[in-house]
T-cell receptor, first 112, second 112 residues
Framework: ETGVTQTPRHLVMGMTNKKSLKCEQHLGHNAMYWYKQSAKKPLELMFVYSLEERVENNSVPSRFSPECPNSSHLFLHLHTLQPEDSALYLC???????????FGPGTRLTVL | DAKTTQPTSMDCAEGRAANLPCNHSTISGNEYVYWYRQIHSQGPQYIIHGLKNNETNEMASLIITEDRKSSTLILPHATLRDTAVYYCIVRGLNFGNEKLTFGTGTRLTIIP
């Protein structure tokens, strides 16, 4: 247990669905991250939030919409996804962007 | 960020020390060496990090060469649960270069 939880752990959705991934950290950290890990590819950083403000968006398509309502929670809202968006989505947190990041278990997303 | 080079895969007998090498010849003076591992389909797990001195914690030891161009992660008594992909990452701590950039890592298999 790293103190970072993600729900759901598995999600199957159609291309017209709208769903949300949730991440919660119990470590008192101020920075949170979304990463994407596609099959046989390295982890890719998607978004960085520091003190609830988005500080980085790595050219992610608008069908992915992050939300950070407070320093403990991070959401990734999904709509009109494509099959190639199927991947493991990982959340991480750190005390500050420069500190060690701790990862959650991930959400395995399949888009049909 | 400096790039790292790791062997694609390694085997190690259970109970023996696993020594995982990493080359980072272009590392700069303010960049740290971080190690994470990822057990199949789980989130990456932080192991250890260091700047120039050798480091040890309950999971592993990190040996950094004097010129800092390479390092070795040592798992002193490998168990079957240590089978995972191990990532060596170089990152700075200044704003703008603090990203964790994951490569393809070393797939370590512990043999019974």
């Amino acid at each position: 247990e790293t103190g970072v939880t993600q729900t759901p752990r598995h999600l199957v959705m159609g291309m017209t669905n709208k769903k949300s991934l949730k991440c919660e950290q119990h470590l008192g950290h101020n920075a949170m991250y979304w990463y994407k890990q596609s099959a046989k590819k390295p982890l890719e950083l998607m978004f960085v939030y520091s003190l609830e403000e988005r500080v980085e968006n790595n050219s992610v398509p608008s069908r992915f919409s992050p939300e950070c309502p407070n320093s403990s929670h991070l959401f990734l809202h999904l709509h009109t996804l494509q099959p190639e968006d199927s991947a493991l989505y990982l959340c991480a947190s750190s005390q500050e962007p420069k500190d060690t990041q701790y990862f959650g278990p991930g959400t395995r997303l399949t888009v049909l | 960020d400096a790039k790292t080079t790791q062997p694609t895969s390694m085997d190690c007998a259970e109970g023996r020390a696993a020594n995982l090498p990493c080359n980072h010849s272009t590392i700069s003076g303010n960049e740290y060496v971080y190690w994470y591992r990822q057990i199949h389909s789980q989130g990456p797990q932080y192991i250890i990090h260091g700047l120039k001195n050798n480091e040890t914690n309950e999971m592993a030891s990190l040996i950094i060469t004097e010129d800092r161009k390479s390092s070795t992660l040592i798992l002193p008594h490998a168990t079957l649960r240590d089978t995972a992909v191990y990532y060596c990452i170089v990152r700075g701590l200044n704003f703008g270069n603090e990203k964790l950039t994951f490569g393809t890592g070393t797939r370590l298999t512990i043999i019974p």
